[in-house]
């Protein structure tokens, strides 16, 4: 039984295009996150979510916009796609700030 | 915010041979320290966490030594084997509403 899942695991798109990405978690955890992974395998935090309120906002484009319908999902918008968006996306949960974060599988999105 | 530091990038060891990745923090709240280990094309997931009021922990070939005064946190793999090779992340976190911050990785490849 997955305990973070995230839909889709690739995604092909060309410029100038919106997608969106799933995650959901199943561990009753309040905190959800999406991490970007470039090419030199850097994770870096984009958002967090804690009950539904974001609670971090780093420094990246107004284009990228998280939803969270309920404590069990955080969705990840996309508009307006650039070439230097192409990575892995992951999504993570953790029942607290300092604790361990559990990944989802990764999204590979490659934009053409 | 905080600043995750990790060395070193590579690491190629022999079977049988010991590993040490070191990894230093910027941040004095930080007070959650995790190791994520990440095969190829496959999500990071934890190896061992050490928290703050701790300065060792051992789990049967890894350990974590933290220096919180220095303000650095190692990992230790003993009798390194193939399946060791992957890549490793360090990790900082506290409760001050911040999401883990990683550092860069090292990628460590265990000949045989």
């Known amino acids: 039984d997955t305990a973070v899942s995230q839909t889709p695991k690739y995604l092909v798109t060309q410029m100038g295009n919106d997608k969106s990405i799933k995650c959901e978690q199943n561990l009753g955890h309040d905190t959800m996150y999406w991490y970007k992974q470039d090419s030199k395998k850097f994770l870096k935090i984009m958002f967090s979510y804690n009950n539904k309120e974001l609670i971090i906002n780093e420094t990246v484009p107004n284009r990228f916009s998280p939803k969270s319908p309920d404590k069990a999902h955080l969705n990840l918008h996309i508009n307006s796609l650039e070439l230097g968006d192409s990575a892995v996306y992951f999504c993570?949960?953790?029942?607290?700030?300092?604790?361990?974060?559990?990944f989802g599988q990764g999204t590979r999105l490659t934009v053409v | 915010g905080e600043n995750v530091e990790q060395h070193p990038s590579t690491l190629s060891v022999q079977e049988g041979d010991s590993a040490v990745i070191k990894c230093t923090y910027s941040?004095?709240?930080?007070?959650?320290f995790p190791w994520y280990k990440q095969e190829l094309g496959k999500r990071p997931q934890l190896i061992i966490d050490i928290r703050s009021n701790v300065g060792e922990k051992k789990d049967q070939r890894i350990a974590v030594t933290l220096n919180k005064t220095a303000k650095h946190f190692s990992l230790h793999i003993t009798e390194t084997q193939p399946e060791d090779s992957a890549v490793y992340f360090c990790?900082?976190?506290?409760?001050?509403?911040?999401?883990?911050?990683f550092g860069k990785g090292t990628t460590l490849s265990v000949s045989s």
């Open positions: 990790a900082a976190g506290n409760q001050a509403g911040t999401a883990l911050i």
């Open positions: 941040d004095s709240a930080s007070n959650y």
């Open positions: 993570a949960s953790s029942s607290g700030m300092n604790t361990e974060a559990f």
